[in-house]
């Protein structure tokens, strides 16, 4: 069986609990620093992120549009380390129980490990996101994948590729230039190791 941190719940959570099951995550590591020992992202820099989102959540209580756009991006910036965090403890718990939930994630929904390399993905489905400047892509769930590899690059000269990990077979790309074409393709990753690039969709950022 596989043993991973479960993170959709980042994006379920309201701020209450996102706050609170982050700030459990960051001190059950911190108390167990011999299974945790140098995490990526440091756990200091989770914690300014966790601060900087609370302070955006009092501004916001406040009102006005701005002080919601920077509780958003807050969340973002937080959200996105905590992934990281993840992908680190996953590795770091050596696939023990125990030491999982020492780490203060909850646990994914246990799968069965896969049977050799994963099948190439088909190309990915790409739409505007919920808001402007967002491309939603999307793939049929790989079974056995542990997570995904997202890779978009900007149709410009000189652009560089960008790819993002998630656990989910639908991904957000977020901060796009509307006008722009942009390039998606997607890998998926399993126990023995990452598949080949799927083929690649394009779509304007509105």
Not at 91 to 98: E, N, P
Request: charged content about 15%; aromatic content about 6%; proline content about 8%.
């Amino acid at each position: 069986m596989i043993v991973k941190p479960a993170i959709t719940w980042l994006n379920r959570a309201n701020v209450t609990d996102l706050s609170g099951n982050i700030g459990t995550i960051l001190q059950e590591m911190a108390e167990n620093a011999d299974i945790y020992d140098d995490p990526a992202p440091p756990l200091a820099t989770v914690q300014a992120a966790l601060d900087n989102f609370n302070n955006s959540v009092m501004m916001k209580a406040d009102g006005g549009r701005s002080a919601t756009s920077k509780k958003k991006a807050c969340r973002k910036v937080l959200t996105d380390l905590v992934r990281q965090l993840a992908s680190y403890v996953q590795v770091a718990c050596q696939g023990d129980l125990t030491n999982l939930i020492l780490s203060g994630f909850p646990q994914h929904k246990p799968v069965r490990e896969p049977v050799g390399k994963l099948a190439k993905p088909p190309g990915p489905v790409l739409k505007h996101g919920p808001q402007l400047s967002n491309l939603t892509a999307r793939i049929k769930p790989v079974k056995g994948a542990v997570s995904y590899n997202w890779r978009i690059i900007a149709n410009l000269p000189g652009a560089v590729p960008v790819i993002e990990q998630d656990t989910a077979s639908t991904h957000v790309f977020t901060g796009l230039t509307a006008g722009v074409c942009y390039t998606v393709d997607v890998q998926t990753l399993g126990t023995a190791g990452p598949t080949d690039w799927s083929g690649p969709a394009s779509l304007f950022a509105d």
